[in-house]
């Protein structure tokens, strides 16, 4: 059993977590003992849609003993129980889902604030059950001539949730979640409930845009990359690669050709939306590649072609390495060519946690020649991606995840504004200490005791 205050308050903390924003919550409860054994969700992690899949509902319904109800709504997010449920009230009864909060508190339960596309699980829940009904209303479950010799599969349709009268549609789906199981308990049949959404809201949906930097109390700001190109590719389990950019630069720096900090060659990488096309991956890995064919500059044509290798890890996916093919397809001396030039991150981090996607406003990387000692004439050559946004794993719709951005979470700005509050606490740190050893007189004359007297010595 858990209070309202421990169901809402959790859900309102992991709200303001940023990585539940684009995940639906779904919340679970059954009069019989079968949530008991189930593990409890980890309050940081979002849950794959698999892994909800086989850990939670797998063990429950693949070989079900009692029949399951789905209280699917169009929307839900957890920013609905801020707002609707009275979490701030100690005495709250629940707000708008005053029935959900009496049947957790009275069954076992289980609350899943992170979950990525529930809907998308609740489709497979069909294949496990023989008898499948939907309804709208208790009405129409009134009317359901329900086999309850056998578990069954109950999807309970409710009203769709408009912004304009939100809390009071909310409150009337929440009537019909109680009115559903007032009437199955009245018929004594055994039941595991789940109350979740199709999505998590048209308020909370994500564009594809990203931002330049990280804004401190900025109210809004205006994305820069609008003019760029989106580019979709179907991986082979099925799944989808996203990625956005608005455009490329190489900078080629060759020591036999030109010395000094100007580039030999400078190619300006326009994409297309079907720059990423020859891109393919699997459950586990992946490779993006970015192929800019025909890239003129003068005479020349030249093919640039950047290969980044991803794996995928549970709670992260990682870019293990990124590689650059610059072929010279009708340059007379052919000296200018990159095969498999390794591009040197630096500090950058590219690892990117569960279910996020990665944007970095100006991506430079140059060509490690110190690993590859074939290269050192090339030292100093670089590319650079501007407004380059990937996800190659987790893509929860038509929208990027929220991005990690490659900026450093220490900038500029935060280093200032520690090393000068670390100079002033030195300063008043050390100050105080020389004012706690200033030594005093410690020996006065007593008006009423014997003078003290100093002798001196006759020189």
Known sequence: MFMLMQLFIFILTLYHARASELTVPVLMWSPERSLSHLPEVRAHEALKSDDFLNTYLDPLMKTPTESAVIFLQNKLHVDDFTKFADVYSLKSDGGSFKNIKH??????????????????????????YKDVYTANSVEDVENLDLNTQNPFLLIIHLKPIHDEEQETSIAKNDETIGAVSAYLQERNIKYTALFTGESAGDAMADTIVSYNN???????????????????????DGGLMYVFMREGQLCVKNSTTLSGP????????????TTASESYGGNDTATVILLFANVTSGDDIYDVRIIMDVVN????????SVTLNLTALNRHDMNTSLENA????DTLDLTVPFPYSFHCTELTMYVDEVRQKDLKEYK???????????????VPGDYFFHPQDCV????????????????LLAILFFGTI????????????????????VNQGAE
């Open 313 to 320: 890890f549970p709670d992260r996916w990682v870019m293990t």
């Open 214 to 236: 990280r804004h401190l109390l900025e109210v809004s700001a205006e994305p820069s990359n609008v003019n760029g190109t989106f580019m979709n590719v179907s991986r082979s």
């Open 408 to 423: 450093p979470y220490f900038t500029t700005g935060i280093w200032m504004a520690l090393f000068s509050s670390a100079f």
């Open 262 to 273: 100007t580039c030999s060659l400078n190619l300006t990488l326009s994409p297309t939306e």
């Open 434 to 453: 020389m004012v706690l050893n200033l030594s005093i007189m410690d020996r006065y004359d007593d008006p009423k005791g014997k003078t003290i007297v």
């Open 380 to 394: 100093g050559t670089f590319i650079t991606l501007s407004s380059f946004q990937i996800q190659p794993f987790n």
């Open 103 to 128: 049947l957790m508190d009275n069954h076992f339960s289980l609350e899943f604030p992170k979950v990525v596309d529930p809907n998308l699980v609740l489709k497979k829940l069909k294949s496990f």
């Open 342 to 345: 390794t591009l040197n991150r």
